[in-house]
């Protein structure tokens, strides 16, 4: 067999590249790549390039990139100044809560629900504050604050001080992580301290098991747990995304006797547009936060509330969720035809697919397959044990069919690659694994 090298990078890339490195930190490893505009599901990079974007922000645009009605809306909005009616009746009659209160960032949403919980936890669990905990699972992605990142798998936090005595997703006696998809991981940690815990927060799915069912049954046996004790669950419904599962969120897929008590939305919920992210519950919970104890500057900023508004009446009017299952069709019968040695599964949900690989598989990874696929007209994101593969719920038949060619030819040619320029990152040796 004859080794291939990939496409060395552009000049105009390898410059953007050098930029970043000098001037930039944080934020997620590139691909690398750089996109300098999108419409649907159809990139063009720095250098002219058309890219199938199998990413979509990681959900933020699950309505696909420069959708005509969701931009009208908010630069409308943004050249009149408008101030809008609060959208936060229509929020809590369409997901069934009392109460909303708004943030800006996943990650402060996360945090929010966290804090009120805690409140409530304090007041009606009579929980001493000093004793008062929030579990999570590992596995999920809550974001990179302070207050919530101490609940994620451990990874750099401990070089920024970054604990939390009253958020862990570990078992507070022994140490050991609560494990994603072992609901005797919650039982045991359960019955010893739920005298201490107020919730449980996690991303109810979240595409890490090899099949869906084994993720409802988990979500499902944890918010049971939760009523058992009197513990309040809440779904992190930020990064899977609107609609994307089949269902407009994904603890929809508990039931509605399983139905959460808090969640948590953000991302697609303004269809990338402008950030804007919200936490819903019911008034036992809400009605303990008083002014100036959540808030910021760009709540209900005018053009958060149009691109909300805009977004939740696209994903109606063009039947989004039901679009899901489609994809997700479509995607079944493609890689039901793989078969890579360095492939453990692969999952679906609705629009939001992984492919799990093996550790070491010769010099297949996540990041080789990720680079060799933007080369040839594809963004999907590895991490260190998969790749995410997020579609916009509005692709086009024609995107979505180049997209999975081009993926399927990946798979069938990587072996067969020597170097690929820009497949390697010093974020390679970070542990946290991101999304």
């Known amino acids: 067999m004859s080794i291939k090298t990939g496409e060395p990078l552009s000049s105009s890339s390898q410059e953007l590249l050098q930029l970043e490195d000098q001037y930039s930190v944080g934020g997620f490893a590139p691909t690398p790549g750089f996109i300098v505009s999108g419409k649907g599901s159809t990139l063009i990079d720095v250098d002219g390039k058309e890219i199938i974007d199998f990413v979509t922000m990681f959900s933020a645009t699950n309505i696909g990139h420069g959708h005509p009605k969701l931009i009208e809306a908010v630069v409308d909005t943004m050249r009149k100044g408008t101030y809008l009616q609060s959208p936060a009746k229509d929020l809590c009659q369409r997901f069934g809560y009392d109460k909303v209160t708004a943030m800006v960032s996943g990650a402060e949403a996360a945090d929010t629900a966290c804090k009120i919980a805690r409140k409530w936890g304090i007041t009606h669990k009579g929980i001493s504050p000093e004793d008062v905990l929030v579990l999570g699972t590992s596995d999920n992605y809550h974001g990179l604050t302070s207050g919530i990142w101490p609940i994620m798998n451990p990874g750099s936090q401990a070089g920024y001080a ?7 997703n570990r078992h507070p006696r022994t140490g050991e992580l ?8 919650f039982e045991a940690v359960l019955s010893e301290f739920h005298g201490r815990v107020c919730a449980v927060i996690m991303e ?10 084994e993720e409802i049954q988990f979500a499902t046996g944890v918010r049971k747990l939760c009523k058992k004790y009197n513990i309040l669950f809440i779904s992190d419904e930020i990064r899977m995304g609107c609609a994307k599962t089949g269902k407009f969120l994904c603890s929809d897929w508990m039931g509605p006797e399983n139905k959460p008590d808090m969640i948590t939305l953000g991302k697609s919920i303004t269809g990338g547009a402008f950030p804007a992210s919200y936490v819903l519950g019911n008034n036992e919970a809400m009605s303990l936060v008083h002014a100036f104890q959540t808030g910021g500057t760009f709540t209900m900023a005018p053009a958060a509330i149009a691109a909300t508004s805009a977004a939740l009446k696209i994903y109606d009017e063009e039947k989004l969720a039901e679009k899901a299952f489609a994809i997700e069709a479509k995607w079944k019968e493609t890689t039901s035809k793989w078969n890579y040695p360095w492939i453990k599964f692969v999952t679906s949900r609705g629009a939001d697919m992984s492919i799990a ?3 070491k598989y010769g010099t297949v990874t996540p990041r080789r397959i990720a680079r060799l696929a933007w080369q040839k007209g594809l963004f999907i994101y590895p991490t260190k044990a998969a790749i995410r593969v997020h579609m916009a719920l509005t692709i086009s038949d024609e995107e979505l069919e180049k997209g999975l060619k081009i993926l399927t030819n990946v798979m069938d040619e990587i072996e067969s690659y020597g170097e690929i320029p820009g497949s390697i990152h010093p974020s390679d040796e970070d542990k946290n694994g991101g999304y």
């Not at 799915?205 to 099949?211: D, S, V």
Request: net charge negative; hydrophobic share 30%; with cysteine.
């Open 162 to 168: 970054a604990f939390n005595k009253t958020v862990t």
């Open 178 to 185: 609560l494990r994603y998809g072992h609901v005797e991981d």
């Open 204 to 213: 109810c799915i979240h595409g890490k098991l090899p099949t869906f069912e």
């Open 357 to 359: 690989t093996e550790a």
